[in-house]
């Protein structure tokens, strides 16, 4: 496997929206509120089956993997909201380089090397469901999400020998949904946890879901370091002129990052 550095510097949004200068819970006074941060991913886990032009690969890595190769993720988010309505943007970026067993094709058996990189972009519309505060006066929030991804998975199997080389890119757009629900933890920490899905058999697209548990601890009234764990899965497949070309895969992981309010 190569030397890979894999990272995403975006702006993006922590986790939801409400009272004061919270990562997880914007402003809803009427007035318009932004928020940012940039991520990092380490996925402990990446397994599943790569195909290009009818060629299958079949990769599992862990975390020393990840750690000895540093195979990495980005993702993030920037949303805007004016009381309950509210605008989002979100990026992702994950990829990874290995050794692994071929499946199916000419090297059937043999070890090759798979490479493989996925980003996309949603853009979506939100709304607050419902906010409020628990008995001990922490608060809390409920938002759905909905909208368009747009996607771009490149993929490419080698071989030794020059028995196989493989590899293509496809581009496509597909709706999204998500849910999200936040929570204020104790003084200064905050929790949220969101879920989104996406494809629903378009353009390919069988499913794509990701699911996120984060929490965030609060500087001062603008700056956070935010962590926690997500998981993401794709199953997507289509017909080229080679082969079918496609990808059954899943990762998850940690995630840290840094968010910063700026209204």
Known sequence: MRLKLLFSFMMSVAWGCGAHANPLRL?????????????????????GTTTVNGNSADVDLNLRDALDHLDFTGTGRVEAWNG???????????????????????????????????????????????????????????????????????????????????????????????????????????????????????NGNELAWSATLGLARRFNERSSLVFGWRHYDIDFSTARAGGPFGTDLYSSGPFIGYAYTFN
């Open 27 to 47: 402003n809803t006074d009427g007035s318009w509120n932004f928020h940012g941060s940039v991520a990092l991913f380490a996925a402990t886990t990446t397994k």
């Open 84 to 202: 309950r309505l509210g605008l989002i943007a979100e990026g992702h970026y994950i990829g990874f380089s290995a050794s692994a067993r071929a499946t199916s094709g000419p090297a059937a058996g043999a070890t090759v090397n798979v490479e493989s990189t996925q980003s996309w972009m949603s853009f979506l519309v939100g709304y607050q469901v419902t906010d409020g505060q628990f008995a001990n006066g922490r608060p809390y929030s409920f938002d759905v999400q909905g909208g368009a991804r747009y996607n771009r998975l490149t993929q490419e199997i080698v071989g030794s020998g020059g028995v196989l080389n493989v590899g293509g890119t496809e581009r496509w757009w597909e709706p999204v949904i998500g849910a999200r629900y936040s929570w204020g933890i104790a003084d200064g920490w905050d929790g949220a946890f969101m879920v989104d899905a996406s494809g629903f058999d378009t």
